[in-house]
T-cell receptor, first 111, second 113 residues
């Protein structure tokens, strides 16, 4: 079983839609949860960072962690074409202080 | 401050050849991780080095190897290249603190023909 599972998509939504991106994980010891955004031909960049359970909001982005269900989400409100990218979840630490990444979800926001 | 630098940006190799990719982490970052990214499999973890020692390893064959130097710079080597090795190879560095995220380079796009 993989440490982190993420639906690869692709996901295509109209501009202005609310987007929900999700990951599940198996290790209940994970305490730190991150979302990265990767534009085409670029490396991933850290978007949101959450410790333990709860919600964190940053502008149009909300990160949500439900440790009881081992489920994390990233919500994008009023999505824009500039949000078109691949989104990767990451969490840890696990064995050897390693952090584990999801495989990424490709999102396209259509004008 | 300078980001994570990966060289070269693009590479074309022939099946059976070997290739070495280079990564210079952010100054002060002692941990360097390598990932393979493809449209079909997404981001896959290769290995992580910390203070010149391999700390973690993913599920890749022995053809994939790496090393880290005393200045934290890292290299990744792939021997006996196969067509399926065509991918974007990403390097990421971080500090020793658990709470810090990874900083990625822009990657090396490897094409095997």
């Amino acid at each position: 079983q993989k440490e982190v599972e993420q639906d690869p998509g692709p996901l295509s939504v109209p501009e202005g839609a609310i987007v929900s991106l999700n990951c599940t994980y198996s290790n209940s010891a994970f305490q730190y949860f991150m979302w990265y955004r990767q534009y085409s031909r670029k490396g991933p960049e850290l978007l949101m960072y959450t410790y333990s359970s709860g919600n964190k909001e940053d502008g149009r982005f909300t990160a949500q962690v439900d440790k009881s269900s081992k489920y994390i989400s990233l919500f994008i409100r009023d999505s824009q074409p500039s949000d078109s990218a691949t989104y990767l979840c990451a969490m840890g630490p696990g064995t050897g202080n390693q952090f584990y990444f999801g495989t990424g979800t490709s999102l396209t926001v259509i004008p | 401050k300078a980001g994570v630098t990966q060289t070269p940006r693009y590479l074309i190799k022939t099946r059976g050849q070997q290739v070495t990719l280079s990564c210079s982490p952010i100054s002060g970052h002692r941990s360097v991780s390598w990932y393979q990214q493809t449209p079909g499999q997404g981001l896959q973890f290769l290995f992580e080095y910390f203070s010149e020692t391999q700390r973690n390893k993913g599920n890749f064959p022995g053809r994939f190897s790496g090393r880290q130097f005393s200045n934290s710079r890292s290299e990744m080597n792939v021997s006996t290249l196969e067509l399926g090795d065509s991918a974007l190879y990403l390097c990421a560095s971080r500090t020793t603190g658990v709470t810090n995220g990874y900083t990625f380079g822009s990657g090396t796009r490897l094409t095997v023909v």
